[in-house]
């Protein structure tokens, strides 16, 4: 439980720091107007954008709602016990999910928690999944996931701007980011427990 509550909590501390020592993206520019954020060809170069663009945010508002969707999901993980190896899945999956962004050529940028939190929602789903106590939630979750995958349909339209936001949402990152963190929850799954009792964890 405390290394998921750990590895909830860099995601969030990180986001919170890089908005407070180097502010935010300008919502005209994106992510890409911001040293950390990720983009489609200069990333090589810059391999470390794989983890730090989801530091990088556009607002107040934009990081405000990310980190309460975090918080969440890292209150569900520690009610539920996930535990180290669910916590290694979503360190693997954070870049992973940031990284299939090549898969469509109308992403040049990327930035924000959007990505890592579904990684971190499908993480959950599969910690439920192994959980005989808790394979009720794992449908509810991973049915709560797909319907949102759905209906925005990023295979088709990865990159949407979003009027009430102001900026491009990219929905191409939530796909990836889902489909790495349920590979990375399975994968994990098979080689420990996800989800461990709070004395070993």
Known sequence: MRAWLAACALLGAGSITVAWTSGFAMPTDGPAAHPLAWDAIGWVLRPWTLWTSAWVHTSTGNLGGNLLALAALAVLGAAIGAGRHAAIALLVAWPLGTLALLLWPE????????????????????????????????PVLFGGMALKLLAEHAWSQPVVFDPSWGF??????????????????????????????????
């Not at 499908?122 to 192994?130: Q, Y």
């Not at 491009?168 to 098979?190: D, F, K, M, P, Q």
């Open 107 to 138: 992403v040049r940028n990327y930035g924000g928690l959007g990505g890592p939190i579904h990684a971190a929602a499908m993480v959950l789903a599969t910690v439920a999944a192994r959980r005989p106590a808790l394979k009720a939630l794992s």
């Open 168 to 201: 491009n949402v990219i929905y191409a990152a939530h796909l990836t980011s889902a489909l790495a963190g349920a590979v990375c929850g399975w994968i994990a799954g098979r080689l420990g427990p996800l989800g461990a009792s709070v004395k070993s964890d």
